[in-house]
């Protein structure tokens, strides 16, 4: 069964700073992975998504990930932090079976806090 | 485009009472899926269907919560009775794909907020 592990529920950046989220993922087959945010009392909106194509994956609001194969990894980052990103972002992952169909298992989530 | 619509925002209710909870996908959209987030978690799919036909209920509580999509497009989850641990936020996603498309995107509702008290 696949799972995603995202190291950290909470990370403080300034404002202006690196924006560093790490997600890794578990799957005996080749994944689908999905970056969410959420923000306060709202659904979940997609970030990015990697399936299969470029490694690096560009998404909304200057975010971008790099699936690395070797290290079951898909990080998110954001070269410099706006007061707007404060949010839980969610990493998801669905593989390519049969059996899962469209299933996306979610991370834990990580809130991120952005200081002025 | 309308996104995902859900209806209440927000149910206090008491344990072992019932709760009905609706949604409206995205117009055209075949999948719908329902979501559990307690807390501190990540979303937990419940049950996803199909038009009006369930695909996976495989972690749906059966004893207590059911869910139907009349006519393919709204939907409605209910808890029946109540537990103090369903109090979570309940999401509903919808995606375009017929069939199985992996890197279909699911859109979400804002969700309703559950309080058990």
């Known amino acids: 069964a696949q799972s995603v592990t995202q190291l950290g529920s909470h990370v403080s950046v300034s404002e202006g700073a690196l924006v560093l989220l790490r997600c890794n993922y578990s799957?005996?087959?080749?994944?689908?992975l999905f970056w969410y945010v959420q923000y306060p009392n709202q659904g979940l909106q997609l970030l990015l998504k990697?399936?299969?194509?470029?490694?690096l994956v560009k998404g909304i609001n200057g975010f971008e990930a790099e699936f690395k194969k070797s290290e079951t990894s898909f990080h998110l980052t954001k070269p410099s932090a706006h007061m707007s990103d404060a949010a839980e972002y969610f990493c998801?992952?669905?593989?390519?079976?049969?059996?899962?169909?469209?299933?996306?298992?979610f991370g834990g989530g990580t809130r991120v806090l952005v200081k002025p | 485009e309308a996104g995902v619509a859900q209806s209440p925002r927000y149910k206090i209710i008491e344990k072992r009472q019932s709760v009905a909870f609706w949604c409206n996908p995205i117009?055209?959209?075949?999948?719908l899926y329902w979501y559990q987030q307690i807390l501190g978690q990540g979303p937990k799919l419940l049950i996803q269907?199909?038009?009006?036909?369930?695909?996976?209920d495989s972690q749906l509580p059966k004893d207590r919560f059911s869910a139907e999509r009349l006519k393919g497009v709204d939907s409605t989850l209910k808890i029946q009775p109540a537990k103090l641990e369903d109090s979570a936020v309940y999401l509903c996603?919808?995606?375009?794909?017929?069939?199985?498309?992996?890197?279909?995107?699911?859109?979400f509702g804002p969700g309703t907020r559950l309080l058990v008290l």
């Open positions: 269907f199909q038009n009006n036909g369930v695909v996976d």
């Open positions: 998801a992952v669905r593989v390519t079976s049969e059996a899962a169909g469209n299933k996306l298992t």
């Open positions: 996603a919808s995606s375009l794909a017929e069939g199985v498309l992996y890197q279909e995107t699911q859109y």
């Open positions: 990697y399936t299969s194509a470029a490694t």
């Open positions: 117009s055209g959209h075949a999948t």
């Open positions: 799957s005996s087959v080749p994944p689908y």
